[in-house]
């Protein structure tokens, strides 16, 4: 079946705009996550979403960062003010159902690149 | 804060040798561990899981836990050069903030020399 898809797969934009990244996980999957890798490190947490509700956003890095899934499917996460220090590859990953021994499948990632 | 290491490498190895990487972890309360391997400009993709302490085996794969140690490794037998990669150690442990997340290490670079 059809994995984890994210767009856009490479988005460069300028300091300061407002930018939204686009995750779709595979169907059935009640929990999704986003994690956020810079280079040479391993994905970092950001947010996870069971059904519609962020059920932890602990990972965020400060209020300029948001994430909906308005309809316990597709997920955005929206960045404001965008700053260099924000260039990093952007996973998503969904689970079934966010238990401790679910396997997480990773998206193909979107690559950001803020000028 | 909860960690986890790896010997970032890069770790070299002849085609057809074993090849070992290992990962400890700070969070005695982790409770899944699990590697993946990423190839460059790709994302994370599942090798193996294991939840209790031992060896598991998949083919040429074996991972081995040792909560006592808070010790993971991953054992790749008959090492081809397209197991050439990153290979990333995660434990998935109770956030305390309403989640069981995956905190990973930085990764391990394995070269595979034909």
């Known amino acids: 079946g059809a994995g984890v898809s994210q767009t856009p797969s490479n988005k460069v934009t300028e300091k300061g705009k407002y930018v939204e990244l686009r995750c779709d996980p595979i169907?059935?999957?009640?929990?999704l996550y986003w994690y956020r890798q810079s280079l040479g490190q391993g994905p970092e947490f950001l947010i996870y979403f069971q059904g519609t509700g962020a059920a932890d956003d602990s990972g965020l890095p400060n209020d300029r960062f948001f994430a909906v899934r308005p309809e316990g499917s597709v997920s955005t996460l929206k960045i404001q003010r965008t700053e260099r220090g924000d260039s990093a590859v952007y996973l998503c990953?969904?689970?079934?159902?966010?238990?401790?021994?679910?396997?997480?499948?990773f998206g193909p990632g979107t690559r950001l690149t803020v000028l | 804060q909860k960690e986890v290491e790896q010997n970032s490498g890069p770790l070299s190895v002849p085609e057809g040798a074993i090849a070992s990487l290992n990962c400890t972890y700070s969070d005695r309360g982790s409770q899944s561990f699990f590697w993946y391997r990423q190839y460059s400009g790709k994302s994370p993709e599942l090798i193996m899981f294991i939840y209790s302490n031992g060896d598991k085996e998949d083919g040429r794969f074996t991972a081995q836990l040792n909560k006592a140690s808070q010790y993971v490794s991953l054992l790749i037998r008959d090492s081809q050069p397209s197991d050439s990669a990153t290979y990333l150690c995660?434990?998935?442990?109770?956030?305390?903030?309403?989640?069981?997340?995956?905190?990973f290490g930085k990764g391990t670079k394995l070269s595979v020399i034909p």
């Open positions: 990953a969904s689970s079934l159902w966010g238990q401790s021994t679910d396997t997480q499948y």
């Open positions: 169907s059935g999957h009640t929990a």
């Open positions: 995660a434990v998935n442990g109770y956030s305390g903030a309403g989640s069981y997340q995956l905190t």
